[in-house]
């Protein structure tokens, strides 16, 4: 005969289990609910114009591949990838090297200024980048650097104040004492920087240089403003322009090549996410130790 005490904590035990079983429920609903507009970008990349425009079946009553066949043969796909990848290439690495630059000085050495100089760099983040566009479009129309992939990498070579905050903060983290023991062996502040510091950062760097790229391989806005032509359309802007056409009277949108191109270009991210997952949390964690 089981006590009491027995079926009260065997009671305890299954509501226990059925919270937890609740939970993961709640979850798997969540999971799916955000997953849904991939699955349905994947789902209308394998449809006909017509069945995308008629049902709105999950899976494709008849597969096609005919969408992926006009991407690849039929429009300027891999220019527009080329463009991408240079513009995110070289925004990243030049918000790595001047983000990282600035931060060296303002969380490793001391001089007069030092926090106001900071305290200014991230008031700046207090600016929306959408008033800057125009000011920025005047500026770079008198230069000559319109309608090029020029007036969005260039200014990454002037630091980010988000990024020069975080690598700030994981600098900070650091004991002094490395540097001090380095700078008796004979290295210098640069040789510091590079020898020490960058080593040790290396999921800080690879954090930044994640989000960067995702940033701007997603990025729209400033491709609008500062792209005319199709030489230097970036993919975000073939997805608004390039799948377009007129049939007799009517204007086309053609949404199956628009989800196939959407789907080619959901997967460079998931799988940056997927293979720099761990450097990513370790960086952002490791970000916030010291203010």
């Known amino acids: 005969m089981r006590t009491k005490g027995e079926k009260t904590m065997n009671i305890a035990k299954m509501k226990k289990h059925m919270v937890e079983i609740l939970i993961y429920i709640i979850k798997i609903l969540v999971a799916i609910i955000m997953f849904s507009p991939i699955i349905w970008v994947f789902s209308g990349s394998f449809k006909t114009l017509t069945e995308f425009t ?3 079946n999950i899976i494709p009553k008849n597969l096609t591949l005919e969408n992926f066949e006009y991407i690849f043969t039929k429009s ?3 220019i527009y990838v080329r ?3 240079i513009l995110m290439l070289g925004t990243t690495i030049g918000t790595l090297i001047s983000s990282s630059l600035v931060a060296y000085p303002l969380a490793r050495m001391e001089f007069t200024g030092k926090n106001i100089i900071f305290a200014i760099i991230i008031g700046t983040m207090m600016i929306p980048n959408i008033a800057l566009i125009i000011p920025q479009y005047i500026m770079f129309g008198k230069i000559g650097w ?3 992939l020029l007036p969005m990498i260039i200014p990454a070579y002037f630091a980010y104040p988000y990024n020069v905050f975080l690598f700030r903060q994981y600098f900070r983290s650091i004991p002094k004492e490395l540097d001090e023991a380095a700078t008796i062996d004979g290295c210098t502040k640069v040789g510091v920087f590079f020898k020490i510091l960058v080593p040790i950062t290396k999921s800080t760097f690879a954090t930044i240089g994640i989000l960067s790229c995702v940033f701007w391989w997603n990025e729209l806005t400033q491709p609008v403003f500062f792209i005319n032509s199709d030489k230097w359309r970036t993919l975000t802007m073939a ?3 390039s799948f377009m056409y007129t049939s007799g009277n009517a204007f086309v949108i053609n949404w199956p090549s628009i989800m196939a191109a959407s789907a080619l ?3 460079p991210p998931m799988l940056l996410y997927l293979f720099g997952s761990k450097y990513l949390v370790e960086g952002i964690k490791t970000s916030g ?3």
Do not use: A, C, E, R
Request: glycine share 4%.
């Open 289 to 291: 130790l010291k203010g």
């Open 83 to 85: 463009n991408t990848v």
């Open 54 to 56: 008629t049902s709105s």
């Open 76 to 78: 300027n796909y891999f």
């Open 265 to 267: 270009m959901i997967i």
């Open 239 to 241: 997805l608004m322009t």
């Open 146 to 148: 319109l309608d090029s």
